[in-house]
């Protein structure tokens, strides 16, 4: 039996890796840019919102990051309705990346292009987390390819991730009615966004690995040669 014979098929290596890099970035944001921001100020100071890290120091981070996300949504290849939904997300990302937030900056150096971007960047990251969600309650949740449902613990798992992510955007849209002091001592949408990467990061490295195990040769025998266990036909 040839030993090689017993790793995954490539294809299913690489969409593992691609949902294992989509969700590790997603994982690893939020604590990189608060701890990298505290570090670079030597203040313990968090900021009112995940994208006005944009305009500290952890500009490049937060931009190479969400660009690194796009990228592996866009090259993100499973199936149709995945395809075209992460191909969605990928440009979303990229635009979030692109258009920085007005938030955080002083008012008197806002001008109508600064609030255009900021704009465009909301309705970029509305549209990410929505998608993200979908991928989550709804993709995450089919049958594979071949027909076989995900473990219920894992539906469970995906849908409690999916629904964290439109809890934390209905909180974080609920805040914006709140006062402007309320809201800069709180900061609600830097929790909100906070909880919502982390949920998705979660289940895009769990669905990686249960693409990996999925696509493992039952029980380590190879698919191609049959099993001995098997009774001979007549």
Known sequence: MNPGSHKPPQDALTVRHLRLGVGSVGLALPVVLVVGHIAATRRPTLLDSLSGYYHSEMRDVFVGSMCAVGVFLIGYRYRRPEDLL?????VLAITVALFPTATGVPAATVDGLDRTAGLVHQIAAAGLFALLAIFCLVLFVRPDPAGVPPRRSAVVFYRVCGGLI???????LASTQLPDDVRHTVKPVLWCETLAVFAFGAA???????LLRAAEPLNGLDVTEPDPRSPTPA
Request: charged share 10%; no cysteine; aromatic share 6%.
């Open 166 to 172: 439109v809890l934390a955007i209905a909180i974080a």
């Open 86 to 90: 992460g191909t969605v997300a990928g």
């Open 204 to 210: 895009w490295v769990a669905k990686s690995d249960a």
